[in-house]
């Protein structure tokens, strides 16, 4: 497809399993961005590839929190030993030419329920 | 550090009624300003952009935005509201002097009332 996809759309796990979300960009994108969004709330920056540079991991809440990105192609986001508060949206956008404006595509997200 | 308030996370309008999101930001730099709608189960789409040029922007679904340096503002407006217009709007900035790093605002929610 032409968009952002992601998997899996929903997530069921039980707290202290581990998690990973999928996400294949648009082809061609240099940029990728994962976002929390939880209940009600706005987005939170969690962390941005750009290209071959270091990530920046800024935003990642805990060091529960990684992603991997592989060249310019898909990007993993892993969650470990999952607490309730992990609960949320988890998305995910590219970008082709973030040094000029910054117009992000958004996949549909993965909802995550952790019990 | 750059943010973004969005004045009011709920607003309710009458169908075919003016439509006024409000957004603020603070920056030190001019930056970029988006506003992205996110449909109930959908993903979040650009609405419209203002990066130079032109301070009023036009964007999908008749909605429109204008860019007010001094007062650090970037509203989004549709003179007419509809139904189909009921969703979550973000407003979102640059963040500092990289233009690939955007902060988005806490959202608001529009409900059209028929």
């Known amino acids: 497809g032409a968009g952002v996809s992601q998997s899996p759309s929903n997530k069921v796990t039980e707290k202290g399993k581990d998690v990973e979300l999928r996400c294949d960009p648009i082809?061609?994108?240099?940029?990728l961005y994962w976002y929390r969004q939880r209940l009600g709330q706005g987005l939170e920056f969690l962390i941005y590839f750009q290209g071959n540079s270091a990530p920046d991991k800024s935003g990642l809440p805990s060091d529960r929190f990684s992603a991997e990105r592989t060249g310019e192609s898909v990007s993993t986001l892993t969650i470990q030993r999952t607490q309730q508060e992990d609960s949320a949206v988890y998305l995910c956008?590219?970008?082709?030419?973030?040094?000029?404006?910054?117009?992000?595509?958004f996949g549909p997200g993965t909802r995550l329920t952790v019990l | 550090a750059q943010s973004v308030t969005q004045l009011g996370s709920h607003v309710s309008v009458s169908e075919g009624a003016l439509v006024l999101l409000r957004c603020n930001y603070s920056s030190s730099v001019p930056p970029y300003l988006f506003w992205y709608v996110q449909y109930p189960n959908q993903g979040l789409q650009l609405l419209l952009k203002y990066t130079t040029g032109a301070t009023l922007v036009k964007g999908i679904n008749g909605f429109e935005a204008e860019f007010k340096k001094s007062e650090t503002s970037f509203h989004l407006t549709k003179p007419s509201a509809h139904m189909s217009d009921a969703a979550e709007y973000f407003c979102?900035?640059?963040?500092?002097?990289?233009?690939?790093?955007?902060?988005f605002g806490p959202g608001t929610s529009l409900s059209v009332i028929p």
């Open positions: 082809s061609g994108h240099t940029a």
């Open positions: 956008a590219s970008s082709f030419d973030p040094s000029t404006y910054n117009e992000q595509f």
């Open positions: 979102a900035v640059t963040r500092g002097t990289s233009y690939d790093k955007v902060i």
